[in-house]
């Protein structure tokens, strides 16, 4: 079975920075692609960034440069570096996998999800 534990949220002012992780156990092969998604207060969940078990990279417009994700295959973990944090980051962010980047990013299907953690930046 498959669980994905994310940690690192907090509160932090804008232009602030947070790291978010996220530890994976239970895939049967090392080849799934991890990543994170969040859902601001009033809107939909929404991708932000991902990686292949090769480290094809990928981030949503809105936090790209601001946002990198980081995967460590060795310790099965994903990390999410969030710099220049703006109010409207604000939300929770799941970890999420998925058997393929193709699945995880432009299917937008995760098979996986974290149970979520919280981050707030204020103005």
């Known amino acids: 079975q498959v669980h994905l534990v994310e940690s690192g949220g907090g509160s932090v002012q804008a232009g602030g920075s947070l790291r978010l992780s996220c530890a994976a156990s239970g895939f049967s092969s090392p080849n799934y692609a991890i990543g994170w998604y969040r859902q601001r207060p009033g809107k939909e969940r929404e991708k932000v960034s991902g990686?292949?078990?090769?480290?094809?990279?990928y981030a949503a417009e809105s936090v790209n440069g601001r946002f990198w994700i980081f995967r460590d295959n060795a310790k099965n973990t994903v990390a999410l570096q969030m710099n220049d944090l703006k109010p409207e980051d604000t939300g929770v962010y799941y970890c999420a996998a998925a058997g393929d980047l193709f699945t995880l990013w432009v299917l937008e299907r995760p098979e996986h999800w974290g149970q979520g953690t919280q981050v707030i930046v204020s103005s």
């Open positions: 990686v292949s078990h090769d480290n094809s990279r």
